[in-house]
């Protein structure tokens, strides 16, 4: 019953009866299924990064930009580039000062430089905005553009890049960073909202929020001194780590990483950490007291808490020592299932894992 209630829970479907019995063949599939998602994921990353050394193999020309426009101290700067690493930072003043390198790559010197006139940088003012967007005359030359931009603090930010990092620090405005081939990392910020890439680690320091969302299809998950309301954490291909952080709602997802959590939990919060073949971990900050629910397949639940049990539902099925008598699983105890109160109960803590061990701790 045990494997039963966990896939179903994991998989979101009521298994077959006697599906019991398949429970280290569906762990087998699943974990097979997860690193064929991995390897696709690396080839892909690979082929990319071996697309743009070779196109680095030709003549290069370089050539500089600088433009100063008009903000104001709570305006908002839009920034859309193709290729290249954007920086951005707070700074004070009412203006955006904008730095550029463009860069392109010909079958010679004298082409290329010929062909950096083709790349135009573009920087628009309307009222309180100021947008910036690189366009290119020649669909296929072989280019980047290197922004270094400074923003007055008080600014909204929201930028867009097919190929490069993204790095932005200091800005108390909203924050949107969106990056298709690249890294993105952001700190010291005052209400961040999305950060997004298809290709690369994401990491967010000292940061706050109403709502945020963090999502990567091919890299890790890194946050610390992140206070939200909400935050809706997901990677497909690595680690998801949160440190030392505050928030009311908190969904955090991987599928082929490992889950940690390690903050304050409100007393109305909700906390939903899951991982299909790494293991996840809770270590609640300043708190004693939460609900759990807490559920693997092919793992154990440990948990440094004594947990009282909800013996209204499922109670826990031990997996080892530890299961206390009267309702209890003692501290240090496993399990496989585990529902039940830490002290007083309060925030609902729920987690998952078809293939790794699940581990609520204290903080040392």
């Known amino acids: 019953m045990t494997a039963v209630i966990a896939a179903a829970i994991l998989a979101g479907a009521v298994p077959a009866a006697g599906a019991q019995d398949d429970r280290p063949e569906r762990a087998r599939q699943r974990a097979e299924e997860v690193q064929r998602r991995r390897e696709a994921l690396r080839a892909r990353q690979d082929e990319l990064r071996r697309a743009r050394q ?8 370089t050539e500089s930009f600088a433009a100063i426009a008009r903000l104001g101290r709570q305006g908002t ?14 700074s004070g003043g009412n ?17 290329a430089k010929s062909a950096l006139a083709e790349i135009r940088i573009d920087v628009a003012e309307r009222q309180g905005a100021v947008d910036i967007s690189t366009d290119f005359q020649r669909s296929r030359l072989i280019h980047e553009v290197d922004f ?35 890294a993105i990392k952001a700190a010291s910020l005052g209400q961040v909202r999305m950060l997004r890439t298809l290709g690369g680690s994401i990491s ?25 309301r909400s935050a809706d954490l997901r990677t497909v291909a690595g680690d998801l780590v949160v440190t030392d952080s505050d ?34 971990q809770l270590t609640p900050i300043e708190t004693n007291d939460f609900e759990l629910e807490a559920a693997t397949v092919t793992g154990t639940v440990r948990s440094d808490f004594a947990i009282t049990l909800d013996e209204r539902r499922e109670p826990a099925r031990p997996a080892g020592r530890g299961r206390g008598r009267g309702g ?23 987690l998952r894992s078809f293939g790794g061990n699940i581990t609520i701790a204290q903080r040392r």
Not at 54 to 61: K, L, S, Y
Not at 77 to 90: K, P, R, S, Y
Not at 99 to 111: L, Q
């Open 77 to 90: 700067l839009t920034l859309v580039n193709g290729a290249g690493n954007v920086t951005i930072t707070g």
């Open 54 to 61: 070779e196109m680095r193999r030709g003549p290069m020309a």
């Open 95 to 111: 203006d955006v000062r904008i730095d550029a390198i463009k860069r392109v790559w010909d079958r010679s010197e004298a082409a």
């Open 148 to 182: 270094t931009i400074a923003v007055p603090a008080g600014a909204s930010v929201s930028v867009r890049t097919a190929s490069g990092d993204v790095t932005v620090t200091g800005v108390r405005g909203e924050l949107r960073a969106e990056a298709v081939g690249g």
């Open 328 to 350: 209890r699983l003692g501290a240090g105890g496993n399990a496989r299932i585990l529902r039940g109160l830490a002290g007083d109960g309060g925030p609902l803590v729920t």
């Open 247 to 280: 928030a009311e709602r908190v969904i955090a997802q991987s599928l082929s990483g490992r889950v940690e959590f390690s903050g304050r939990l409100a007393r109305t919060g909700r906390y939903s950490l899951q991982s299909q073949s790494g293991d996840v």
């Open 204 to 228: 967010l320091e000292n940061a706050e929020s109403s709502d945020v969302t963090v999502s990567t299809l091919g890299g890790a998950v890194t946050i610390r001194q992140l206070k939200a």
